[in-house]
């Protein structure tokens, strides 16, 4: 399935609002689901329990954004420059030769004591999959399979990880039903097909393994952020404040994947609609719509803070200072991060590379200079992810001007 020719301006912000809420609603579904599991998991299971949980959770997020290899952005990019759609079978191909492998791992770490981390492995491979299915909808503009697909997916992430919650209420147990079961709904994925229908022969060149380089490097220091915490504060010993980063990376990560989707929405329409839609978001009236979203995020933020203080500050008494600071940041992340797709329209993967190394020194010292401190922790990284994108936006803003 090809995109629709764009038409006037009108038109345009038409399809995006249409595209855009077609996205959101299947993501606040699947996020939705996500949610429940984990905040009932977090009820339910002791507190040593819902550590282990909050482990694999972090685990599968960073492996499967480990295991794209910046695989995603670059099939949408020359997909959109060329309309080649042999690019996707050959990204479906390597993701398949991956989960394999990705086992093997799981099954050698399980043995030797790393649980957690082996599953999370293993399902960060699987996870892989589905993302990849996902994305390829997505590039290809197939918004019907997309929504059918994403559907089906949190239909049956609710159901098995309910009725893992219930009836074996375990971290492996939830882990399995959220992040495996879930992977029939790529039945409903017309993307998922496209290798056994046959399409373009593609040969992979050496342009598109360095933009994919640099993609990755980006990418994998961006993940790590949110979840390399995890690692800091279990040198702590301290399963509560582990516990709780848990709960609050359940309801302050959504921000970022429900942004994650509308760049995959923005990304490729701006690699086709002439640089209209870009030139709308530099704009004064673009800088404007995006102070507005900001601030509506932290109003959605407080309120959410005083219904976590509310449910959870028996549990976790030091909940409620760290997940504003931890929201705000993801807040001030992702509405800033959306001018960063200039990134691909320009052909500037390096740029965003280069930021990323500064990112993951930021990275690097945290994990020596800051204590195991909830706050503390939480507090560096919001700044890092915000300053980071900052910085990336201000050099973006100079080419745009040339």
């Known amino acids: 399935m090809t995109a629709r020719p764009l038409g006037s301006l009108g038109r345009l912000l038409a399809e995006i609002g249409h595209r855009s809420s077609q996205v959101f609603f299947t993501t606040v579904l699947i996020q939705a689901a996500t949610f429940v599991l984990l905040a009932t998991s977090a009820l339910v299971l002791p507190t040593e329990q819902s550590a282990a949980l909050s482990l694999i959770v972090a685990t599968t997020m960073l ?37 394999p492998i990705a086992c093997i791992a799981c099954a050698l770490l399980w043995l030797s004591g790393a649980k957690e981390v082996g599953l999370g492995l293993g399902l960060g491979a699987l996870q892989n999959v589905w993302n990849g299915a996902r994305a390829t909808d997505q590039a290809r503009q197939d918004y019907e399979s997309f929504l059918r697909s994403s559907i089906a997916f949190a239909i049956i992430r609710m159901a098995a990880g309910l009725t ?31 290798p056994r229908r046959g399409s373009t022969p593609f040969a992979w060149n050496r342009g598109l393994t ?15 952020l949110p979840y390399a915490p995890q690692l800091i504060l279990s040198s702590g010993n301290n399963d509560a404040t582990m516990a709780t980063y848990g709960v609050i990376l359940t309801f302050s990560g959504a921000i970022n994947l429900i942004f994650f989707s509308l760049r995959s929405v923005l990304l490729p329409m701006m690699l086709s609609a ?38 959870y500050a028996g549990k976790y008494p030091n909940i409620l200072p760290s997940f504003l600071v931890s929201f705000v940041g993801y807040a001030a992340t992702a509405t800033i991060g959306l001018y960063s797709l200039s990134i691909h329209t320009k052909g500037l993967p390096e740029l965003n590379a280069a930021v990323s190394v500064l ?32 910085i990336l936006a201000l050099l973006l803003a100079r080419r745009m001007t040339r």
Do not use: N
């Open 164 to 194: 893992a919650v219930v009836l074996m209420p375990v971290p492996v147990a939830i882990a399995v039903a959220m992040y495996a079961l879930p992977l029939l709904a790529t039945y409903w994925s017309s993307s998922a097909r496209l």
């Open 359 to 390: 990112r993951l020194a930021s990275l690097f010292l945290m994990s020596i200079l800051i204590p195991p401190s909830l706050l503390a922790v939480v507090s560096y990284v919001a700044v890092a992810m915000v300053s980071s994108e900052l």
């Open 210 to 224: 360095r933009y994919s380089a640099y993609v990755y490097v980006a990418g994998m220091s961006f993940v790590a």
């Open 274 to 311: 002439d640089g209209r839609l870009e030139h709308a978001l530099w704009s004064r009236r673009g800088l404007v719509a995006t102070t507005c979203l900001f601030a509506s995020l932290v109003v959605v933020g407080i309120v959410l803070a005083v219904g976590m203080q509310f449910l």
């Open 63 to 99: 492996s499967s954004a480990v295991l794209d290899f910046g695989l995603s952005t670059t099939t949408t990019r020359h997909f959109g420059k060329t309309r080649d759609d042999g690019i996707f079978s050959a990204a479906f191909a390597v993701r398949l030769a991956l989960v």
